[in-house]
C-alpha cells in the first residue's frame, strides 16, 4: 500500500460544476497536509494547506480533513478550463519528517 | 524577484557526462530541497538543507548525486557520469522553518529538465 493514494484519473468535469479530489494516507500520525496543483510541463504551486480536521476555504477552493478516515479532499466550485492540471496531495507529521507525496490526479475540465 | 529560481530551465547531456544545476531560494528561507520527478509521479525527495548543513539524504540516491549549499543561500546538485535513467526534472523548493513543529510550506522553482542522450 502506497503511503499517500491519489486516483491517478483523468476525472472530467463540466465546466462550471464542482470538481472533487480524494487522497487517502497511511500514516496515522500525519498533522500537516498539502494540496499543490501542476500544469503540464511547470512545477508545482501550492493551492492549500490544513492542519485541523474539518473544512477550509479559499475561494472556489474548500480543503476538507477527516483524520479518522485518513482522507483529505480538495473540492474546486465553478470549475474552469484553466483549472485543468494535475493536482498533488503531500502529507507529513511535521516540520521533521519529509513530505511523502501522492502520484497526482489528472484533472480536465471540459468547456 | 521573490520566488525560487533554477538555472539552467534545460540540459541535454550525453550518457557519462557530468551536469550540475543551480537554485536560488526564496532570499529570507532557511530550508532548501531537492526532488525528482518523473512523469505520470510526484516528487520524489532527494535531500535538504537547512541553512549550510545538510540534513537528510534519500537512501535512493546514487553516490552519482551530490548536492551542496555553502553559504546557506543558493544551492547545486551535481550528478556525476550521468545514466539514462537520470533524465528527469529536478525540482528545487524552499520553506521558512521557524521550529514551530508546524510543517513549513515548500515553494518550488521552475525546475530544470535534464534529458540524457
Not at chain 1, 8 to 23: D, M
Not at chain 2, 35 to 58: D, H, I, W
Request: proline share 4%.
Amino acid at each position: 500500500q502506497k503511503e499517500v493514494e491519489q486516483n491517478s484519473g483523468p476525472l472530467s468535469v463540466p465546466e462550471g460544476a464542482i470538481a472533487s479530489l480524494n487522497c487517502t494516507y497511511s500514516d496515522r500520525g500525519s498533522q500537516s497536509f498539502f494540496w499543490y496543483r501542476q500544469y503540464s510541463g511547470k512545477s508545482p504551486e501550492l493551492i492549500m494547506s490544513i492542519y485541523s480536521n474539518g473544512d477550509k476555504e479559499d475561494g472556489r477552493f474548500t480543503a476538507q480533513l477527516n483524520k479518522a478516515s485518513q482522507y483529505v479532499s480538495l473540492l474546486i466550485r465553478d470549475s474552469q478550463p484553466s483549472d485543468s492540471a494535475t493536482y498533488l496531495c503531500a502529507v507529513n507529521r511535521d516540520s521533521n519528517y519529509q513530505l511523502i507525496w501522492g502520484a497526482g490526479t489528472k484533472l480536465i475540465i471540459k468547456p | 524577484d521573490t520566488g525560487v529560481s533554477q538555472d539552467p530551465r534545460h540540459k541535454i547531456t550525453k550518457r557519462g557526462q557530468n551536469v550540475t544545476f543551480r537554485c536560488d531560494p526564496i532570499s529570507e528561507h532557511n530550508r532548501l530541497y531537492w526532488y525528482r520527478q518523473t512523469l505520470g509521479q510526484g516528487p520524489e525527495f532527494l535531500t535538504y538543507f537547512q541553512n549550510e548543513a545538510q540534513l537528510e539524504k534519500s537512501r535512493l540516491l546514487s553516490d552519482r548525486f551530490s548536492a551542496e549549499r555553502p553559504k546557506g543561500s543558493f544551492s547545486t546538485l551535481e550528478i556525476q557520469r550521468t545514466e539514462q535513467g537520470d533524465s528527469a526534472m529536478y525540482l528545487c523548493a524552499s520553506s521558512l522553518y521557524m521550529s514551530s513543529g508546524r510543517t513549513d510550506t515548500q515553494y518550488f522553482g521552475p525546475g530544470t529538465r535534464l534529458t540524457v542522450l
